[in-house]
């Protein structure tokens, strides 16, 4: 299946601090990406919709001014957490869609663990 | 009520034995839909679609009917690294996907 990567797989930052978070379709064009937020024991809870050459579309509740999204191009999207503090500590995972193949499938990052001290 | 809805579990079965799991979804116009697999503090992972004919691979069948707005997953002789989470996804022609919360599955030895 289509594989989708994601940098840094872990991170632990300082509270104030801001984090970026990279994923990238390797072998596929992605208009649109999706960035996901788990908190442990709990189901995926999308945060934003992010498309290429346009401004994300961020959930209800999900502030757009602390996570920053960027969709520079049809394989790479970017979120960035600013000025993080501890109640953000959650893994994030990000899924790209291909639209390519025969159904509309979304192929998801190895996530990106985050713990802010 | 959630825009998709699946069987709570957990569910906790024997090895070899048959096990099914349930997902509804409220969303008519709902395009595509599948199902995932989520283990424990991992990404998703594609198990397979979901199409109205049924599908088959290997031990797992999915079944789609359109008119109850209901999905189906069975998985035969249960294997222990079937123990997982399982995730119902639907696909909107908006574009978005809507995840069931997910039914958790441990197979015993």
């Known amino acids: 299946g289509a594989v989708v990567s994601q940098h840094p797989s872990r991170v632990i930052c300082k509270s104030g601090t801001s984090v970026k978070i990279e994923c990238r379709s390797l072998?596929?064009?992605?208009?649109?990406m999706f960035w996901y937020r788990q908190f442990p024991k709990q189901s995926l809870m999308l945060m934003a919709t992010s498309n290429e050459g346009s401004k994300a579309t961020y959930e209800q509740g999900v502030e757009k001014d602390k996570f920053l999204i960027n969709h520079a191009s049809l394989t790479l999207s970017t979120l960035t957490v600013t000025s993080a503090h501890p109640e953000d500590s959650s893994f994030y995972i990000c899924?790209?869609?291909?639209?390519?193949?025969?159904?509309?499938?979304?192929?998801f990052g190895p996530g990106t663990r985050l713990t802010v001290l | 009520r959630k825009e998709v809805e699946q069987d709570p579990g957990p569910f906790n079965v024997p090895e070899g034995a048959t096990v099914a799991f349930n997902c509804t979804y409220s969303n008519s116009a709902s395009q595509s839909f599948f199902w995932y697999r989520q283990d424990c503090r991992k990404e998703p992972k594609l198990l397979m679609s979901?199409?109205?004919s049924g599908n088959e691979d290997g031990r797992f069948t999915a079944q789609l009917n359109r008119a109850s707005q209901y999905i189906s997953l069975l998985i035969r002789d249960s294997k222990l690294s079937d123990s997982a989470t399982y995730l119902c996804?639907?696909?909107?022609?908006?574009?978005?996907?809507?995840f069931g919360d997910g039914t958790t599955l441990t197979v015993k030895p």
């Open positions: 899924s790209a869609r291909d639209r390519g193949g025969i159904t509309d499938t979304q192929y």
């Open positions: 996804v639907v696909n909107h022609n908006a574009g978005k996907s809507t």
């Open positions: 979901v199409y109205s």
């Open positions: 072998d596929f064009q992605a208009t649109t």
